[in-house]
Nanobody, 121 residues
Framework: QVQLVESGGGLVQPGGSLRLSCVAS????????MGWYRQAPGKERELVAR???????DYSDSVKDRFTLSRDIAKNTVYLQMNSLKPEDTAIYYC???????????????WGQGTQVTVSP
């Protein structure tokens, strides 16, 4: 049993900030990468940012100067600090993680339920 739970979404004015959190829990041996994706109405789900087990980050060009991804390995948690938010950032933000589970160690790809971010005057 593995769960990813996102939090921190909400309504914010343009130029405002939000901090999203994602916590993985359950039968976890280790977590490889973690990241955030988003999906706006009528659009494909897209990468926002991701971080590897080596703490290498990868940002979408549309957010790289405004968002900051961080990870607390001990807490199985990833954060997305979103600054200078724009209306086009409005989407459901989903947490994703590659999670290794044992006794026979395998990696699975897991998704959280999503947290809504709305940027509006």
């Amino acid at each position: 049993q593995v769960q990813l739970v996102e939090s921190g979404g909400g309504l914010v004015q343009p130029g405002g900030s939000l901090r999203l959190s994602c916590v993985a829990s359950g039968s976890i041996f280790a977590i490889n990468g973690m990241g955030w994706y988003r999906q706006a109405p009528g659009k494909e789900r897209e990468l926002v940012a991701r971080i590897s087990s080596r703490s290498i980050t990868d940002y979408s060009d549309s957010v790289k100067d405004r968002f900051t991804l961080s990870r607390d390995i001990a807490k199985n948690t990833v954060y997305l600090q979103m600054n200078s938010l724009k209306p086009e950032d409005t989407a459901i933000y989903y947490c994703n993680a590659g999670i290794i589970r044992c006794r026979i160690c395998i990696e699975g790809d897991y998704w959280g339920q999503g947290t809504q971010v709305t940027v509006s005057p």
